[in-house]
C-alpha cells in the first residue's frame, strides 16, 4: 500500500523550532520529487518547499526562506522539514507530497501551532 505520513508538529512558542517527518512507503522513493505544503484556517494550500530527486534542486516559498529547511534521506525513505523562527502565520496544517511525471501521492497532514 501507498503511504506518507507527517508526524513532528505540535505547539511551539513564536521564535521556536520544529522538525516535521514525511516517512514513505509502498513506492519507489527516490523516483520521486518532494514537496510540503500548508493549509492555514480560511486560507488556500500553499506551497512551502520542494525537492528534487536525488536532492539536486531545492526551492522555498519566500515567506519561508531562509528559515525553513527542506531535505530527503533515500535510504530511510523520508523527507524532511526543519522549521526555525516560528511565527504565529506559519500556523497551519503540513502535508507532504511525492510526484512523478505521471503520478502524485499525499499525506493527511500535520497540525503546527505557533502561540504563546
Request: a positive charge.
Amino acid at each position: 500500500q501507498v503511504q506518507l505520513v507527517e508526524s513532528g508538529g505540535g505547539l511551539v512558542q513564536p521564535g521556536g523550532s520544529l522538525r516535521l517527518s514525511c516517512a514513505a512507503s509502498g513506492f519507489t522513493f527516490r523516483w520521486y520529487a518532494m514537496t510540503w505544503y500548508r493549509q492555514a484556517p480560511g486560507k488556500e494550500r500553499e506551497l512551502v518547499a520542494t525537492i528534487s530527486t536525488a536532492g539536486v534542486n531545492i526551492a522555498y516559498a519566500d515567506s519561508v526562506k531562509g528559515r525553513f529547511t527542506i531535505s530527503r534521506d533515500d535510504t530511510k525513505n523520508t523527507a524532511y522539514l526543519q522549521m526555525n523562527c516560528l511565527k504565529p502565520e506559519d500556523t497551519a496544517v503540513y502535508y507532504c507530497d511525492a510526484q512523478s511525471a505521471s503520478v502524485a501521492y499525499w499525506g493527511r497532514g500535520t497540525q503546527v501551532t505557533v502561540s504563546s
